[in-house]
């Protein structure tokens, strides 16, 4: 379990984390990428995750998101790895939306969805922590917003598969968690808040 007061290791995986997304919003917002980040940590502090766990939740986007200003994806590895260490890396990588499968061919969004979903099967259970809390965050912020606008098309607008796409998208992850076995408490709140989406998204969403 974590305990409680100060971690250097959780406040260097803010910084790092801080330095990496630098200048990157959140979708369709002003808000610091950083943001996002920051809540899933809070989400899996909330669960009393230990200190390996929250950095990864800190860290899961900055392979996928910060291969930029010379960096390249080995680079960001070996710092995650060198700085935090290989279960952190390892969770990271577990959950990190892949563009390029192992026979080196081109994911399209659609497989690249689906092989995300196929390795949760051998993902840690770290990993899978920091998967459900951060669809979570993500789907809890959609259906924030959703509440708070008049026009909610220009909320669903924001991502590449539109209303039925995105609501979908957050049902099937919490669904292939359930199907590899993984039954932590986070799971209620992650089944709650994806069914949640799918009803603001109208019965055409629902399975």
Request: contains cysteine.
């Amino acid at each position: 379990m974590i305990a409680a007061g100060y971690s250097d290791v959780i406040n260097h995986a803010l910084a790092f984390a801080a330095k990496h997304h630098d200048r990157q919003v959140r979708k369709g917002t002003k808000l610091p990428y950083l943001t996002h980040p920051a809540n899933v940590a809070i989400i899996l502090t909330r669960y009393g995750r230990d200190n390996d766990t929250v950095v990864a939740g800190i860290l899961h986007d900055v392979v996928e998101d910060c291969v930029r200003d010379g960096y390249t994806q080995e680079m960001l590895e070996q710092r995650i790895g060198d700085k935090f260490g290989t279960k952190v890396l390892d969770a990271v990588l577990a959950i990190t939306y892949r563009k390029i499968d192992d026979d080196g061919v081109d994911l399209s969004g659609d497989d690249r969805k689906a092989d995300y979903l196929e390795r949760l099967a051998t993902a840690s259970e770290e990993a899978r922590w920091v998967c459900a809390a951060d669809k979570i965050h993500n789907a809890s912020s959609i259906v924030a917003d959703l509440r708070r606008t008049v026009d909610p098309e220009t909320i669903w607008n924001r991502f590449g598969g539109g209303k039925l796409g995105t609501a979908r998208w957050y049902r099937q992850v919490y669904d292939r968690l359930r199907e590899v076995g993984f039954s932590a408490p986070i799971m209620t709140e992650l089944g709650q808040v994806s069914a949640e989406l799918l009803e603001l998204a109208g019965p055409a969403a629902r399975p």
